[in-house]
């Protein structure tokens, strides 16, 4: 056990400084005494990378500093222009700035790396080779990046139990609504036979949309203008993100060993406003459903579901029903997206790694 | 650690034998195999008591022959009818029969006191003797029976800790729907702010049928005639229930040390059709609504809500919706009781109970 001063190090590379990332420090800031108080935890963020470069600093980055030359500069490569409160001696902040990500998650030591790079679902990078980098050097991780679950989940927890190390994703699906823990760990002693979810609130805001009158593109417009939707929405739109998040939940909850290959999706272009009404008609609603059945067939597709089913929300927000053994039908509702509630879940990773490092789990480092 | 071939013995005493009761044994027979694999345990049972009288083999109980016993004879004692496959050296079955639980819970071994008899509301009894006879004797407890909880959840807690033993309840709320886990172990590093919840069932169906045009008298006998309510439905009706429920999670998920008086609360009586329509008319569904605000005011009324709200469920599910401080508001929906529901809790209490007996908890065993 890594002890100091009668707590747990918990050395943090961030990689990633995005809204969720620049989420993550601002609750590490705000919440520290408590974090200590309740968790005995002091996490300290050794190093930051951003797209245009690294600050790090192995006493722990100044996060107010942090955010302010992030805000002011653009980047946090920045964090170095002025030594103040950062070590020049043995880390040499401008060339750092420059080395590779990779390099970073080698050489500085810390216990975990928390990944936060874009969601890439063609080749997962550079999420994933930050991964495999941090888990080869004995680093645990804390992903919010669905592309490398969506792509390599199984090769990738076989990766992290050969090195000891533990990989953490719970900000990967349904944002702060902890999905994936209420499934695995809220239910033992039941056995789950199959789920269905809304687990894309883009999509679930238009067609929520499209269920008040607008047509498709209206609709996709309306979720343009309110910053639901990207300028390219097909992540979206076409599925992807649902079967990505479908993936994840079925190799974790399920214990099933698949990738997005394994996964039968459609999207919700194709849903026309006539279907919506015609499915009205019978007291349905359309929405874009992910679903695991008790084949374990895994599909996305838009389907008409009992408008009076707890499934059946509406606006942003992700739901999950579980069919279990023993105690029927179980629902999950929440936000399913946003910068400090998937930064919440990142944090409530931290701690579960913290936990298991004090009883000798995930210290493998090199 | 009370190992024997390499697993921790979890030796059951239950108490009450009713619909509960006997799906978990009906549990324990069907997933033995199952429970042991997942969870390396091999739970026995020691003794079981029924209003009528005591089955008892130190060796464990013959599950199956119990539930026939019970079946045909109407109580358990009849099981030492015929020694067959029961110890008659060292325990006379007879003898057991005419003694008090009390004796049996002190005088049995076991690791665990499973309390399953009816909740009462007065005073709590019979089941606050023997969770405390029972705790006393350093036995941990998985009860399912508000009524000692609502009554003297803090002192029960507080009793447990200094006996060094657990205390469960996971089946006191939702049935088998996990609740209070979800709160207390799905949002370690969020904090709950405030919850509200439709925490009986009876009374849910009670306002749904009203939904649908009938009045509350017709709608209670239509409850009735369905098995959702009592012959004397008062528990339901006026609150208790929902405000016992509430009282649990209070003092469980918000750490607060509160007892059933202090709860303000009102049950359905007074809810007339008009109500419900004077509602309806504003988009409002009226529900009995339990919950604990910001300044953690409990407070059990019925109260109109949005019909577009996660919470708005009907017929007789449960739900509750957590206000959390990071990952905005969170909705768990489930069926509220049921036999089978009720024993998956109960399992999944056994299973957190061994899992802390294997790591040196709750052993303080006299």
Same mark, same amino acid.
């Given at each position: ?45 050794? %190093? ?49 700035? /420059? ?50 679950? %969506? ?25 702060? @609504? ?8 809220? #239910? /033992? ?25 607008? @047509? ?100 942003? #927000?992700?739901?999950?029903?579980? @069919? ?23 944090? /409530? ?18």
């Amino acid at each position: 056990m890594v002890e100091e001063e009668g707590w747990v190090k918990l050395r943090i590379i961030l990689v990633g400084f995005g809204v969720v990332g620049q989420n993550l420090v601002k609750l590490l800031l705000s919440r520290a005494d408590d974090i200590y108080l309740r968790y005995g935890m002091k996490p300290r963020l050794v %190093a930051t990378v951003d797209s245009k470069g690294v600050a790090v600093s192995q006493s722990g980055l100044d996060l107010q500093r942090l955010l302010e030359v992030k805000r002011f500069y653009g980047t946090v490569a920045a964090y170095h222009k002025d030594v103040q409160g950062c070590e020049s001696a043995d880390i040499d902040g401008e060339n750092y700035g /420059r080395c590779m990500v990779k390099e970073v998650i080698r050489e500085i030591d810390a216990e975990v790396l928390v990944e936060a790079t874009p969601t890439n679902l063609n080749d997962g990078e550079p999420g994933l080779s930050n991964i495999t980098t941090a888990i080869k050097h004995g680093r645990n991780v804390v992903t919010v990046n669905k592309g490398p679950l %969506a792509l390599a989940m199984p090769s990738l927890l076989e990766l992290a139990e050969y090195n000891g190390v533990m990989l953490r994703f719970s900000g990967t699906v349904g944002g702060g @609504t902890p999905i994936l823990e209420f499934a695995k760990h809220c #239910l /033992r002693g039941d056995r789950i036979l199959s789920f269905k979810g809304i687990l894309n609130g883009t999509t679930n805001y238009i067609l929520s949309m499209m269920e008040d009158g607008l @047509t498709f593109d209206e609709a996709l417009n309306d979720a343009r203008s309110k910053g639901y939707a990207e300028a390219d929405p097909s992540l979206d739109i076409d599925g992807f993100d649902a079967a990505a998040k479908l993936v994840i939940m079925a190799n974790w909850i399920m214990g099933m060993k698949v990738t997005m290959r394994d996964v039968r999706f459609k999207g919700i272009r194709d849903v026309r406003l006539e279907d919506i009404l015609e499915a009205k008609k019978h007291g349905k609603v359309i929405k874009l459903i992910a679903s695991c059945d008790e084949s374990r067939r895994l599909k996305v597709e838009p389907m008409g579901i009992d408008k009076n089913e707890p499934l059946c929300v509406n606006g942003t #927000l992700n739901a999950v029903t579980f @069919t279990s053994e023993h105690s029927g039908e179980l629902t999950v509702i929440g936000k399913g997206a946003g910068g400090m509630e998937t930064a919440s879940a990142i944090l /409530r990773d931290l701690i579960e790694v913290r936990e298991a490092m004090s009883m000798g789990i995930g210290l493998n480092r090199s």
